[in-house]
């Protein structure tokens, strides 16, 4: 699997050494800090790696260490002629030029190496500064970034040097680089190391100047004066107090790790968890994070010369939030950017840039003629309040209802959950979600449906028992294409009895149940808390048409020609199913309907921050409309719109939008290419999901954009409380072996499995052949 582990041991002390600039002296202190360990731990190992280099092999920095400090280990992996950038020698060499990823298993390899042999030390050396490219023209703080190797950054001691320190630092520290030291050589001129120590004295970094090396002479006895300038370094009060420094580091370091889950356990209250079944041995613990993986504190053997982190694929994409990749940088840098702008400014009666592009991005690229308002709140939960307070009071305007009226209710589908605020609650049905929550009074009807999922290698539509009678059985399709292709279904038997049965429905409720609706609210296409159930689209398109073709059942007042909403306003809860999780820009457009409020989070961010945009009508939007501020819409937070959230979220956008454009998924929709519906597709392999669903211990199987469900089969009862899919999800968690594993969520007997946008095909497969293997094997 192309994926690179944190490099972290706990008989291995290992640094990389950054440089704020080029001649910066990287490789004297290197040098020195070799020479210096050598003399203090003479019963350890002490490796230097130089990962790339370029120049003359005789005047290779690894060949300098190696003639400087005696007994030590200096490698380097690779070696490239000509004295220029590692960009450029590489595009000018003849030799095979490593990827990113090859030239990273080659330094984690080296490292395990060193590892195996230590109790000892290793130093790796990066070349020129900070963002100097790397052999393939990635800058080096990106390209060394999944190692996350702890940092000694070698500051300049020019003239301009105090800059470039303080840049090179803050381009590491804001991918998340710990750096541990700063080290530059005296220069009694321009005195750098003086306002160094005091700028970072504020930032618990600590910076320490050595004497600078001797000056080159003409008389052939630079080794010897280098020799000695190197041992009187080695025994030297500011080396003492850096090789201190590096060790007690590297222990506290460990030390968190190994006691962060017994802390957690006393003081923290886990969501969605029931706590006589969290212990210390089942809370798992980050370390950081990068592209599709957690970094885990690894429990489970011997570790003295065992990697402390394995890499553990997120599963869930971090509760469905993580989209572009963990630790993204041009995320983490627009984030970045909007606090050193802007902080948090209030958002009631201003704008400022990134929020109105944001709104203009959202609107433009929604597609639906319907929507012209965003209105911004804090999570997905509350983004649905937002939605409900502006559809009932659209319905309230339009059939001129007391103000003051209390009994409106949502229409809805069973299984479906929006969120865990009070009025979110109650636009679902009961379930364990709010069962025992005493406020909870259920707002609503909701509607059984039929599900569509791969059984025995054929995509099925599937209708419950209870609706047989009145549906019929379901039907059988060559493609979950085919399934899709709402207006080539629309002439089939089954269209016509969803229509009657939702008709009748509908006129019993209000005609003689005497009940009051203020809006129809859907999740499009895929229920995620319920179970990642897949609703048949066909059924939910013909549930939003017959609502707007009820006026004379749902409204009581004049018809408003300027209105763009009949029946009941739509509301599609689309922060699940929205912004390409299910491969489109907006899931509504499977089912072929425009809402006439929309509500996105989740992905709008790329997991970074908490962020959601309601997205509404104009004629919603009027319904607020009055001399009187009473009638305004009541809703705020204090980080409505906050600056960092909207400028993350449209560098996430633009990300996405450039993915698509630049055709990145097609790998993965090739093979989902079919010629009887629209474009629909999975990362989740055609074969793999047609394996899945002939496994005996499957109910069922989706694959859609990149989710991936698998329903198990339970004999003692489906549901939210079954636990047939913990052994499964035990196995993933284990690793069966390998060097990494699966974090992975389960919803009563439904497991799944989410890939961010950016997961490559390679790696999808090497997952998928690790779910098929655990699926057979025992815990």
């Not at 990962?51 to 690894?62: F, I, K, Q």
Request: proline share 4%; net charge negative; with cysteine.
């Amino acid at each position: 699997m192309d994926v690179i582990r944190s490099a972290l041991w706990k008989s291995l002390h290992s640094y990389q050494v950054y440089g704020a600039n080029t001649n910066v002296g990287k490789t004297i202190i290197s040098t020195a800090i070799c020479n210096s360990l050598r003399r203090k731990f003479p019963d350890q190992k002490i490796w230097y790696l130089k990962p790339v280099s370029t120049g003359p092999l005789a005047e290779a920095d690894d060949c300098h260490v190696g003639k400087f400090v005696s007994g030590i280990n200096a490698d380097c992996l690779f070696q490239f002629d000509e004295p220029v950038s590692p960009h450029i020698a590489a595009q000018q060499s003849s030799d095979n030029v490593p990827s990113d990823s090859e030239l990273l298993q080659s330094i984690y390899s080296k490292l395990s190496q060193y590892a195996d042999r230590a109790p000892g030390w290793a130093l790796v050396e990066t070349a020129g500064g900070v963002h100097s490219p790397g052999p393939s023209g990635t800058s080096q703080v990106d390209l060394y970034r999944p190692l996350r190797l702890p940092t000694i950054l070698v500051g300049d001691s020019n003239l301009g040097g105090i800059s470039s320190s303080i840049s090179a630092f803050e381009s590491l520290h804001v991918r998340g680089y710990d750096t541990n030291l700063i080290l530059l050589f005296s220069n009694h001129k321009y005195k750098n190391h003086e306002y160094l120590v005091d700028y970072f004295s504020k930032r618990n970094v600590t910076v320490l100047s050595i004497p600078a090396p001797p000056e080159w002479q003409p008389d052939g006895g630079d080794f010897q004066r280098m020799s000695d300038y190197y041992d009187t370094l080695s025994e030297s009060e500011p080396m003492e107090h850096a090789l201190s420094l590096l060790k007690a580091n590297h222990e506290s370091r460990i030390e968190n790790l190994e006691s962060m889950a017994s802390r957690a356990s006393s003081v923290i209250w886990y969501p969605f968890s029931q706590h006589q079944s969290i212990s210390t041995a089942t809370i798992t613990t980050i370390d950081s994070a990068y592209g599709d993986h957690f970094q885990t504190l690894n429990m489970s053997r011997e570790r003295t010369r065992h990697p402390l982190l394995s890499p553990t694929f997120d599963g869930s994409a971090s509760w469905w939030t993580q989209g572009l990749g963990h630790g993204n940088p041009e995320l983490s840098l627009a984030a970045a950017y909007a606090a050193g702008r802007y902080g948090h400014v209030m958002f009631a009666g201003t704008v400022y840039e990134q929020a109105l592009t944001l709104a203009e991005t959202l609107l433009a690229n929604m597609r639906n003629s319907r929507l012209s308002r965003v209105f911004y709140s804090d999570n997905g939960s509350t983004g649905i309040e937002v939605a409900v307070k502006m559809a009932f009071r659209a319905s309230v305007v339009r059939n001129r209802w007391d103000a003051t009226v209390k009994d409106l209710e949502v229409i809805g589908l069973k299984g479906s959950y929006h969120g865990d605020t009070i009025g979110a609650m109650d636009c679902s049905e009961p379930s364990v979600y709010n069962g025992k929550v005493g406020w909870y009074t259920g707002r609503g009807y909701w509607f059984e449906y039929p599900t569509v999922k791969m059984v025995n290698s054929t995509w099925i539509v599937e209708v419950p028992e209870a609706l047989k009678p009145e549906l019929g059985s379901g039907s059988q399709y060559r493609s979950v294409s085919e399934i899709f292709n709402l207006s080539g279904r629309q002439s089939e038997p089954l269209a016509n009895r969803y229509r009657t049965y939702i008709q009748k429905i509908i006129k019993k409720l209000v005609k003689e149940d005497k009940r009051r609706f203020g809006a129809l609210i859907l999740e499009p296409v895929v229920l995620g808390a319920g179970g990642m159930i897949v609703v048949d689209p066909l059924f939910q398109k013909l549930l939003v048409e017959v609502v707007r073709e009820s006026r004379d059942i749902f409204e009581s007042g004049p018809l408003d020609t300027r209105a763009d909403w009949t029946g009941l306003p739509v509301i599609f809860d689309e922060v699940f199913t929205g912004l390409y999780r299910l491969g489109r820009f907006s899931s509504a457009s499977f089912i072929g309907v425009e809402p006439d409020i929309s509500v996105h989070a989740k992905l709008l961010t790329g997991g970074v921050v908490p962020l959601c945009a309601t997205l509404a009508s104009e004629s919603i939007f009027e319904s607020f409309v009055s001399p009187d501020k009473s009638d305004a819409l009541m809703h705020g937070h204090s980080y409505t719109a906050h600056a960092i959230g909207c400028t993350v979220a449209q560098a996430s956008l633009t990300s996405m939008l450039a993915m698509e454009r630049d055709r990145s998924w097609d790998d993965f929709k090739t093979q989902w290419q079919d010629s009887r519906g629209p474009e629909i597709w999975s990362v989740w392999s055609k074969e793999f999901i047609e394996k899945l669903s002939n496994d005996p211990a499957v109910a069922g199987v989706i694959g859609l954009g990149s989710v991936l469900a698998i329903t198990l089969k339970d004999s003692a009862g489906s549901g939210y409380t079954s636990t047939i899919s913990q052994d499964l999800q035990s196995r993933l968690t284990q690793g069966n072996g390998r060097e990494w594993n699966i974090h992975s969520r389960v919803l009563g007997n439904v497991i799944y499995l989410m890939s961010s946008l950016t997961s490559t095909s390679q790696n999808i497969r090497v997952i998928e052949e690790f779910v098929d293997s655990a699926l057979h094997s025992s815990v």
